[in-house]
């Protein structure tokens, strides 16, 4: 029986216990239409449809010690916001994009990501929880591809250096650098394609390791 599921590079992968595992599906430039954009949170306080009693008994708490409602202004009615976490109406082309491969020899996957007007945190920057996403994912991927098995992110480490302007082509390098039956470590890095440090090596916009639990090897 398969243990949880993880998510590579955007996409989602189902297999049955008795399925030979294929590769992750990455995701494409599709559906460019833009929706309207909605707020993560209604007007009227508690208002969503997955709303439970064990919900209200929670916030009546909070508020019976004086607890104030807070509404970020991302969610605030008519504001089109572009913040990572708060936007619903979206494109691929104003979200994470990438193009990746995958040298065996090296354990290596790397390519190009760009991070869309979606992605802001600090005002013209990308989210460092968008990075972080994207780390995840790229780190998974690269365990999947070498161990062909499935695995359980169990740490994720995101060190930040650089302020990473949205729309900014970079590189994506995630590398294996442990792998084992059941365990896996993956190191990983965000570079500059067209600026460098003091020492003139490519500016280092965020990097970080990764480690994973992995799935028994079928016998």
Not at 35 to 50: A, M, N, R
Not at 82 to 111: C, F, I, K
Not at 112 to 127: K, L, M, S, V
């Amino acid at each position: 029986m398969l243990s949880a599921a993880l998510v590579p590079l955007l996409g989602v992968i189902r297999v049955a216990p008795s399925a030979r595992v294929q590769p992750p599906l990455l995701a494409t430039s599709t559906n460019l239409e833009p929706v309207q954009q909605l707020p993560l949170t209604p007007e009227v306080p508690c208002d969503f449809d997955w709303w439970g009693p064990e919900c209200s008994a929670l916030v009546d708490d909070l508020e019976s010690r004086g607890g104030e409602r807070f509404v970020a202004w991302h969610d605030e009615s008519g504001f089109d916001t572009r913040n990572w976490l708060h936007v619903t109406a979206s494109s691929p082309a104003r979200r994470a994009q990438y193009e990746m491969r995958y040298v065996e020899s090296d354990q290596l996957l790397s390519g190009i990501a760009r991070f869309g007007e979606d992605c802001e945190g600090p005002p013209g920057c990308t989210h460092g929880g968008c990075i972080a996403t994207v780390a995840d994912a790229a780190t998974a991927t690269a365990t999947f591809k070498a161990a062909g098995r499935m695995g359980l992110t169990t740490k994720l480490e995101c060190n930040y250096r650089e302020m990473l302007p949205l729309c900014t082509p970079v590189r994506l390098e995630a590398r294996v650098t442990v792998l084992k039956p059941r365990r896996s470590s993956v190191e990983w890095q965000l570079l500059s394609l067209t600026s460098t440090d003091k020492d003139g090596a490519p500016t280092r916009h965020a990097f970080g390791t990764a480690d994973f639990l992995l799935e028994r090897a079928p016998k």
